[in-house]
């Protein structure tokens, strides 16, 4: 594969797909909007004071001054609430990811040496959100529509993207099946497993060696 070729597969699947963001829905009304910031204010507040588990959807609408109509009218549960608290981190998280990656790729780094990298990053923003994502996890589950887990559909993405154009540069063998690779590559960042992983004791670095360890043998 041409490196222009690689160069237009990683740009396609590795642009950010940032959650929340709806096209042609008309514009809320300003104090639906001053509510909606207050309870998500009010709720990272609380969150980081006691912990996602501990605060019910209760306490927050009371202590944002809103009504139970008005806090569910936002977000019909906590998975919701974060799910939206995840947004703006994730974002950040992707942008900074995608402009490692394509200063990487200008420089010739080999596909490996991104992968690893980007593992390294993604296991620490997992880490970082393992509360919200739990949350979310459990609204949701792990095999919802593309729009309930926009973290883990752009992981996929990604991952695909350096997988196929390690195996196009002749980096990653040939038969590899890049399909089955991105799903075990992804298993252990999900919530739960992740969470019985630092249960384990294991530190982020060897939990970034491990799941990086299979990497190795498909180069």
Known sequence: MSNSLNDGLLLTLQEPAHPGAVGGRRAERRDAVA?????????????????????????????????????????????????????????????????????????????????????????????????????????????????????????ALTLRGLLSAAVGSGEADADLDIELAVDLLLAPLTALYFRFLRARGYSLARIARGIDGLVEGWF
Request: some cysteine; glycine content about 6%; proline content about 2%.
């Open 35 to 155: 509510n909606r910031a207050r309870i998500l204010e009010v709720a990272q507040s609380l969150f980081a004071e006691r912990g996602v588990a501990q605060v019910s959807m209760a306490e927050i609408a009371a202590t944002a001054q809103v009504g139970k109509g008005t806090l569910y009218r936002h977000f019909a549960h906590k998975g919701e609430l974060c799910r939206a608290l995840l947004d703006e981190q994730f974002r950040a998280h992707q942008d900074a990811a995608l402009a490692m990656l394509r200063e990487m790729h200008a420089a010739r780094v080999p596909y490996r040496e991104q992968i690893r990298v980007f593992l390294e990053h993604t296991v620490a923003f997992i880490d970082e959100h393992l509360a919200y994502l739990d949350e979310v996890q459990r609204a949701y589950g792990m095999g919802g529509p593309e729009e309930d887990a926009p973290i883990m559909t752009w992981l």
